[in-house]
């Protein structure tokens, strides 16, 4: 599977646009990497790549806080709470234990990363697209 930015997911909004677009591009690095079979165990990257997705997670989500603060948008409370709620969820699942003799728990969990992201784009990002302007 690979996780691609499609046009539906435009905001117009080059910036996060261009941040939208790395999410999804480390998430495909990521889902590549524990779908190699080659008979290698890839953990440390793979924790790296997690980190790193993270961590640019992280980031994305405070750089349309400050937009949003900018341009004095009305629904910053409940977006941020999204984001919030998000960031739990991630910081829960990077504690665990990961085993990677346990692929589809990585995979899965890639998944549900990309696929909220997504979601979020479309759902919940689009809504402030008319109050912030480039
Ligand atoms: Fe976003
Ligand atoms: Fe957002």
């Known amino acids: 599977m690979i996780f691609k930015w499609k046009d539906k997911f435009k905001t117009g909004i080059e910036e996060v646009d261009n ?9 495909s690095e990521l ?4 779908s190699l079979d080659d008979g290698s165990d890839h953990y ?3 924790i790296a790549l997690l980190t790193e997705l993270s961590d640019y997670t992280k980031y994305h989500f405070g750089y349309e806080e400050e937009l949003m603060e900018k341009f004095n948008y009305a629904d910053i409370n409940s977006h941020k709470k999204e984001h919030q709620k998000f960031i739990d969820k991630l910081n829960e699942t ?3 234990d990961i085993d990677m003799n346990q692929k589809q728990v990585v995979l899965d969990m890639i998944e549900f990363i990309i696929n909220w992201v997504s979601r979020h ?5 689009f809504k402030y697209i008319g109050t912030i302007q480039n």
């Open 19 to 27: 941040q939208h677009k790395r999410l999804f591009d480390i998430g």
């Open 31 to 34: 889902y590549n990497l524990v």
């Open 44 to 46: 440390d990257e793979i």
């Open 94 to 96: 990077l504690a665990k």
């Open 121 to 125: 784009i479309v759902g919940t990002d």
